[in-house]
């Protein structure tokens, strides 16, 4: 803290106390993570996204993103994910 770091304390603590285009930040990190995973660990990392998008009405449309960001074999493995775990509707 002598550093000027804040440090947060809340009982209910999440991305609503964060300013910032929140779809911009999600690109971002699909970005990274699909030039930098294999097929199963970018579907590990897109998949609680696409559930909290989900969860937001697809408001800000992870699932597209996710699948127009990844690679060819990424894309396969995350539409098998989804159906299986029957996310989309």
Known sequence: ME???????ADEYGTW???GDE???VKSYLI???EIST???YTIGAIPLIQRDRWESFSNKVYPAAIKIGNKEQKIHLKKEVEKQKIKE
């Open 32 to 34: 990274s993570l699909s």
């Open 3 to 9: 550093a000027g770091d804040e440090i947060v304390f």
């Open 23 to 25: 779809k911009r930040f």
């Open 39 to 41: 097929p199963e660990e």
């Open 17 to 19: 106390m964060i300013t």
